[in-house]
């Protein structure tokens, strides 16, 4: 039996609209639960001055498995000194006083993967860093982070560590 190419055309128009509009209601609840994820994460900034304990428990419930093994070398090395992560990289400060989000724009890089904009006011200043997120057994996390002083937090830690480790070979 053969069918006209209109009819073909047109099953083929059906098809790849059900499937724009299933990807993009899939990206919807994906891009809102990193939206969820990051409204979380900095709602503990704004009930407490110290807000999530970013390099020690509260860090493998923020960092992606791959940005947390750079952390934690960094801190193997320091050995209780500061390292070269010398502030918490997601209020890109020392402390949070009386951080405030006031914005929060999600967009998605692939299957797994986003890109935000947290733009907040801490300590009377506005602040805005960028945040590459990534899902790991169906969780987000910081995959990496650009701050206006480090482009990517991730890229800083691999450059830095491998210069420390050449440094004190033989």
Not at 32 to 42: K, Q, T
Not at 66 to 76: G, K, N, Y
Request: glycine share 8%; net charge positive.
């Amino acid at each position: 039996m053969r069918y006209p190419m209109w009819n073909v055309m047109r099953l083929l128009g059906i098809a790849c609209s059900i499937w724009i509009l299933f990807a993009s209601q899939t990206w919807a609840s994906d891009g809102n639960s990193a939206r969820a994820f990051l409204e979380r994460v900095y709602a503990k900034y704004a009930a407490s001055t110290k807000g999530p304990d970013t390099l020690g428990k509260d860090a493998p419930t923020l960092f992606a498995s791959e940005l947390l093994a750079l952390i934690r070398e960094d801190q193997h090395n320091s050995k209780g000194e500061v390292g070269l992560l010398d502030h918490d990289p997601i209020c890109s400060c020392q402390d949070s006083e009386g951080l405030k989000v006031t914005a929060i724009r999600v967009t998605p890089t692939g299957q797994h993967g986003a890109k935000a904009k947290v733009t907040f006011v801490n300590g009377g200043h506005t602040v805005r860093v960028g945040l590459s997120l990534t899902q790991e057994s169906g969780h987000w996390r910081i995959l990496d982070v650009q701050e206006s002083a480090v482009p990517s937090l991730k890229r800083y830690l691999r450059d830095g560590l491998a210069q420390s480790r050449s440094s004190t070979k033989p």
